[in-house]
């Protein structure tokens, strides 16, 4: 035990040292040797004269916020780093990651970390992706390769239970993005079969220093383990062989529209100085780490406490935007404060039709008389709303589901991060998310949001026995139902056996 330590130090707790024979680790920081690269330069041009300000750019179709990722790649010089919850061995997943593989090629650093919970599939291509010299990829709070996920799952429910649902991709120290999306095709508009609304900021500006300062605890603590840990366990090919498999990938793929709509055209006008952005006072709001370390719950603090600091100040108007929305009493109770203060209060989150957990709708939908019956605004997206337009890459829509995370108040501020409003991001995962105040964009965010609403999602209320309704309009006629609409019996009988469950506190 003495050469771990030596390796990689006395903080390495005890559950990992008795799953892994750790290898060395050693910790790395951001570059601060990047002023000279391409973006680093736009940024200052840009930045000049703005008195400590952010420029802050919101990425609200999937198309775009994919191309702006895969340009800031191509155009990275020193370093990448991304954070993330999930990757998936898809069109975007491996376009991302043959970008990846030829930014190392060029010499920059690249850094990977992934929350394992749902890697086990790309394993192999992750651990391909650390062969290379300048890739290394880490996994946050592993599990066991050398037994079932399940039963390790099982026996190790209050360490394993915990996860890093953070999503940030920073390039040369100098632009990040920070969100909702993940790496897979579903928050991108380029899946067949499902399509996620999702919500991203691009900024330059102070705040990315803080972002790669919060990569940097991350990537450094003790949960964050080497990949190459599992190489005994898992057989994977050589990189170039990886290589090989994606492009054979992206040309089976090839007919694929949304290839066709593939453009550098955002990360060119970063670079030439037309993005709009905007001009904000941007601040990161982070979990730390050691949020997943030991048993005790329900403590309030980082994200959750910030964003209840935000929305309580609130004078006229909040929009909150949860697709896994699970208020508790606490929750309620908070939101009827500010009603009879005199604020109203929106909730936009899934309908049972929209959502891709049903057993989190099953815990949301005992809140929503108490809810209404305190005059919050309640609505929930509809899966296939008359004004679902394709991608704009000629690609036909699929089913949407709701995946944004957002708060909006008084016109002036606003929240764009992972953070979902339910107990799993309150209390047992770690989140993050960036804080902009922003007139000109939290306007433009509510407008559209709220103009939207009646086309996009019923409307909640309670007729004069007190049962739900859904209000919405269909081709220029409005509709009420008075059953969980585009649904069958199986799915609401199911979600309704879901609710008897004692399973809330984990959704």
């Given at each position: 035990m003495g050469m771990l330590e030596t390796l990689v130090g006395s903080r390495v707790p005890q559950k990992y040292r008795k799953y892994f024979d750790l290898p060395e680790r050693r910790d790395s920081y951001k570059l601060a040797d990047t002023g000279d690269t391409s973006l680093a330069m736009a940024a200052a041009t840009w930045l000049a004269a703005k008195d400590g300000l952010c420029g802050v750019y919101r990425l609200q179709l999937g198309i775009d916020a994919l191309c702006m990722r895969i340009g800031l790649i191509e155009r990275a010089e020193r370093s990448?780093?991304?954070?993330?919850?999930?990757?998936?061995?898809?069109?975007?997943?491996?376009?991302?990651?043959l970008k990846l593989i030829e930014a190392a090629d060029r010499g920059v650093r690249v850094r990977l970390l992934m929350d394992d919970a749902l890697t086990e599939p790309i394993d192999g291509g992750l651990l391909s992706l650390n062969d290379h010299v300048k890739i290394e990829v880490r996994v946050f709070n592993p599990f066991p390769r050398r037994r079932s996920r399940l039963i390790s799952f099982i026996a190790n429910?209050?360490?394993?239970?915990?996860?890093?649902?953070?999503?940030?991709?920073?390039?040369?120290?100098?632009?990040?993005?920070?969100g909702g999306r993940n790496l897979a095709d579903e928050y991108y508009q380029t899946s067949g079969t499902s399509e996620f609304l999702d919500e991203d900021l691009v900024a330059i500006g102070p705040v990315v220093d803080d972002v790669s300062d919060g990569f940097d605890e991350y990537w450094n603590t003790p949960e964050a383990i080497p990949i190459s840990v599992f190489d005994k366990y898992l057989a994977h090919q050589e990189i170039n062989e990886t290589v090989a498999a994606g492009c054979r990938y992206l040309e089976q793929h090839k007919k694929n529209p949304f290839l066709a709509g593939l453009n550098g055209v955002l990360v060119q006008a970063l670079l030439d100085g037309e993005l709009p952005l905007v001009a904000a006072r941007t601040?990161?709001?982070?979990?730390?780490?050691?949020?997943?370390?030991?048993?005790?719950?329900?403590?309030?603090?980082?994200?959750?406490?910030?964003?209840?600091?935000?929305?309580?100040?609130?004078?006229?108007?909040?929009?909150?935007?949860?697709?896994?929305?699970?208020?508790?009493?606490?929750?309620?109770?908070?939101?009827?404060?500010?009603?009879?203060?005199?604020?109203?209060v929106v909730i936009v989150t899934n309908?049972?039709?929209?959502?891709?957990?049903?057993?989190?709708?099953?815990?949301?939908?005992?809140?929503?008389?108490?809810?209404?019956?305190?005059?919050?605004?309640l609505y929930e997206l509809r899966s296939n709303p008359d004004n679902h337009a394709n991608t704009g890459a000629g690609i036909d829509h699929a089913p949407l589901t709701l995946h944004s995370k957002v708060a909006i108040v008084d016109h002036e501020r606003l929240f764009v991060g992972s953070f979902n409003l339910d107990p799993r991001s309150l209390y047992i995962n770690t989140e993050m998310g960036m804080m902009v105040e922003s007139p000109e964009m939290a306007s433009t965010m509510m407008s559209s949001g709220l103009e939207s609403l009646q086309a996009a999602a019923y409307q909640l209320r309670l007729n004069s026995k007190g049962r739900l309704s859904w209000y919405f309009t269909s081709h220029n006629r409005s509709h009420i139902t008075t059953t969980e609409p585009e649904t069958g019996f199986w799915r609401r009988f199911r979600t309704r056996l879901m609710g008897l469950l004692p399973i809330e506190g984990q959704m």
């Open positions: 990448i780093d991304i954070q993330s919850y999930l990757i998936r061995d898809d069109l975007s997943g491996n376009l991302i990651a429910f209050n360490i394993l239970n915990r996860r890093m649902h953070n999503k940030s991709f920073t390039i040369d120290n100098q632009v990040t993005i920070v601040e990161l709001v982070l979990d730390h780490p050691d949020k997943v370390r030991g048993l005790v719950r329900r403590q309030v603090g980082g994200v959750t406490a910030r964003l209840i600091q935000m929305v309580s100040a609130a004078e006229r108007e909040v929009v909150v935007v949860s697709p896994y929305f699970v208020p508790q009493r606490q929750g309620v109770d908070f939101f009827s404060a500010l009603v009879r203060k005199g604020v109203r309908s049972l039709a929209s959502t891709n957990h049903p057993s989190v709708h099953a815990a949301y939908a005992r809140y929503r008389r108490p809810l209404l019956r305190q005059g919050v605004e």
